[in-house]
């Protein structure tokens, strides 16, 4: 009874001491006391407005998907290998399709992450990888990528023969990642070895994305060697 009592009296005091002022008093009194406290339900709303955004909007379904292992690609590269290439890859409409390029690193002392990336390359998560040499000789043993052959026509990979890289499976010298070094793709790359490699660890009942792709790299960021 006596809390209540005490409310009521802080109420009546509340409110006889905006009576008492102007209208930008008022506000600027409520601001001085309350206004931290408005900041921070604005926050918690904001955060809870965009967690129930992200839930329910209706994501873009990915169509085509890179990676690049221990190589930084420009803002202008990124832009041609997913908006420019979107057409190549049987993208329709970019409000409900999509084409990404994802970061990864691979040192040869991390064994937990070879092991999950080399997952995900025998998965197919990934349509094509640029790579340093580092990722190239850690991943391409462990047979990450699959015969050139199985997934470019042999009057384009006659283009690059000279730019192999081999990995033998069964006695067989497989070709299964190309040499770009020096091209207008590598230029827009950062990396710190020696030379940059191209595979396509896809699965081959989607094989067929590869020589579109490669078909558009081919116009000006990849022109095969004289």
Same mark, same amino acid.
């Given at each position: 009874?006596?809390?209540?009592?005490?409310?009521?009296?802080?109420?009546?005091?509340?409110? &006889?001491?905006?009576? &008492?002022? %102007?209208?930008?008093? !008022?506000?600027?009194?409520?601001?001085?006391? /309350?206004?931290?406290?408005?900041? $921070?339900?604005?926050?918690?709303?904001?955060?809870?407005?965009?967690?129930?955004?992200?839930? /329910? !909007?209706?994501?873009?379904?990915?169509?085509?998907? #890179?990676?690049?292992?221990?190589?930084?690609?420009?803002?202008?590269?990124?832009?041609?290998? %997913?908006?420019?290439?979107?057409?190549?890859?049987?993208?329709?409409?970019?409000?409900?399709?999509?084409?990404?390029?994802?970061?990864?690193?691979? =040192?040869?002392?991390?064994?937990?992450?070879? &092991?999950?990336?080399? =997952?995900?390359?025998?998965? #197919?998560?990934?349509?094509?990888?640029?790579?340093?040499?580092?990722?190239?000789?850690?991943?391409?043993?462990?047979?990450?990528?699959?015969?050139?052959?199985?997934?470019?026509?042999?009057?384009?990979?006659?283009?690059?023969?000279? !730019?192999?890289?081999?990995?033998? %499976?069964?006695?067989?010298?497989?070709?299964?990642?190309?040499?770009?070094?020096? =091209?207008? $793709?590598?230029?827009?790359? =950062?990396?710190? &070895?020696?030379?940059?490699?191209?595979?396509?660890?896809?699965?081959?009942?989607?094989?067929?994305?590869?020589?579109?792709?490669?078909?558009?790299?081919?116009?000006?960021?990849?022109?095969?060697?004289?």
């Amino acid at each position: 009874m006596m809390e209540q009592q005490h409310a009521d009296q802080g109420h009546r005091k509340f409110w &006889s001491l905006m009576a &008492s002022m %102007t209208w930008k008093e !008022r506000i600027t009194h409520i601001l001085f006391y /309350y206004g931290k406290y408005a900041l $921070l339900i604005a926050v918690l709303l904001y955060i809870a407005g965009d967690i129930l955004w992200e839930m /329910y !909007r209706e994501k873009p379904e990915e169509i085509f998907r #890179g990676t690049a292992i221990n190589v930084h690609v420009s803002a202008d590269l990124q832009d041609a290998l %997913t908006e420019e290439a979107f057409p190549h890859v049987g993208g329709e409409d970019t409000e409900k399709q999509e084409i990404k390029l994802v970061p990864n690193e691979v =040192t040869a002392a991390n064994l937990h992450f070879i &092991s999950n990336l080399h =997952t995900k390359l025998l998965a #197919g998560e990934y349509d094509y990888v640029l790579m340093d040499q580092t990722a190239l000789n850690v991943l391409a043993p462990m047979n990450a990528f699959p015969d050139l052959n199985l997934l470019l026509p042999e009057e384009t990979l006659e283009h690059w023969n000279e !730019r192999f890289a081999y990995v033998r %499976t069964d006695g067989v010298d497989a070709p299964v990642a190309i040499n770009i070094t020096g =091209t207008p $793709l590598a230029e827009g790359c =950062t990396f710190d &070895s020696e030379y940059i490699y191209i595979a396509f660890p896809v699965n081959i009942d989607r094989a067929y994305v590869v020589e579109p792709f490669f078909d558009y790299l081919s116009q000006e960021l990849l022109p095969a060697p004289k």
